[in-house]
């Protein structure tokens, strides 16, 4: 495969008009892409930092075949490849001067394409310890026994409330990010409809928020508990509610991530009816020995 045959640009809607297709053949294993290239047409790749976004297509037989994105300072974040094709982008970024910070993708994929980077260029990969699952949902199953309480979905008059959550599931996380009105509208969580679950006096105990359907799919994304308040069935309750409303607005296939190091999470998904579709991990590269970072502009 020549390295060349990946066709790179930075219109994220040229890129979808070849590409949009081949990613919602296969929503689950592409939801990345499709969530990121909904949000750069509806912010605009301003609103993702000062170095515009790259896309790149490989095609064969007149067939996508693969395909990445990439929103500088961040890393690679490409479909799944084949080591051929792995290879083949691999040099062809390279070739042309890139230089990348990581790469995120499913753990194959993820590490054919760091041992390809490595190969041609000297950086030296790392994994991150961050290890993800990315689900699906098959048969939604209610938590049982299920908790005592209901379900409230937050609206624009409870923004201040939706920030709140946000930051409390930012701060647990470890992400680094402000979440106040001032910096909300440019933040990843500023497009998702948020669900509180409350007790039977009206106390919000978990939050659980999800993405608008994008090619027939919505990731729910933001599961939260306060530390002190698990254990007792409020996160699997939201979970449902907002897995259920899902499939209410349309969405086909329902899909999350969760941490690997997590196994009560992960336990409790399996238990709604969500199946391990993939595994997920990252690479962080040092810079190269070969082309240090910075050396030759990116060519696109």
């Known amino acids: 495969m020549r390295p060349d045959a990946w066709y790179l640009t930075e219109d994220v809607d040229e890129f979808l008009a070849r590409a949009g297709g081949f990613l919602r053949s296969r929503p689950g294993l592409h939801v990345m892409p499709l969530t990121w290239t909904a949000r750069l047409r509806a912010r605009g790749a301003a609103a993702f930092g000062t170095e515009p976004?790259?896309?790149?297509?490989?095609?064969?037989?007149?067939?996508?075949?693969?395909?990445?994105?990439?929103?500088?300072?961040?890393?690679?974040?490409p479909t799944p490849l084949t080591p051929e094709q792995a290879d083949g982008l691999a040099a062809h970024l390279a070739a042309l001067g890139h230089s990348l910070p990581a790469v995120s993708?499913?753990?194959?994929?993820?590490?054919?394409?760091?041992?390809a980077w490595q190969r041609h260029t000297g950086a030296t990969p790392e994994l991150r310890d961050l290890r993800l699952g990315l689900y699906r949902l098959g048969t939604l199953t209610p938590p049982d026994p299920h908790p005592a309480g209901?379900?409230?979905?937050?609206?624009e008059q409870d923004l201040d409330e939706v920030m709140y959550w946000c930051g409390e599931f930012a701060r647990a996380t470890g992400e680094d990010v402000t979440i106040d009105a001032a910096s909300w509208a440019g933040t990843r969580y500023a497009d998702k409809t948020y669900t509180l679950w409350?007790?039977?006096?009206?106390?919000?105990?978990?939050?659980?928020g999800m993405n608008p359907v994008i090619g027939g799919q919505v990731q729910v994304d933001v599961v939260y508990t306060p530390a002190e308040l698990r254990g007792h069935g409020y996160a699997g309750a939201v979970t449902a509610a907002v897995s259920r409303a899902a499939l209410s607005a349309g969405a086909r296939e329902v899909v999350l991530f969760t941490d690997w190091a997590n196994p009560t999470s992960n336990a409790l998904y399996q238990r709604l009816g969500y199946r391990l579709l993939t595994n997920w991990s990252a690479y962080d590269f040092t810079r190269s020995m070969k082309t240090p970072a910075g050396a030759l502009p990116p060519t696109r």
Do not use: I, M
Request: proline share 9%.
């Open 53 to 77: 976004p790259l896309f790149g297509l490989l095609e064969q037989a007149g067939e996508a075949r693969a395909a990445f994105y990439r929103l500088p300072p961040r890393g690679l974040v």
């Open 105 to 115: 993708a499913d753990d194959g994929t993820a590490t054919l394409f760091a041992e």
């Open 150 to 155: 209901r379900s409230r979905l937050l609206g």
């Open 198 to 208: 409350e007790t039977p006096d009206g106390t919000p105990v978990s939050v659980a």
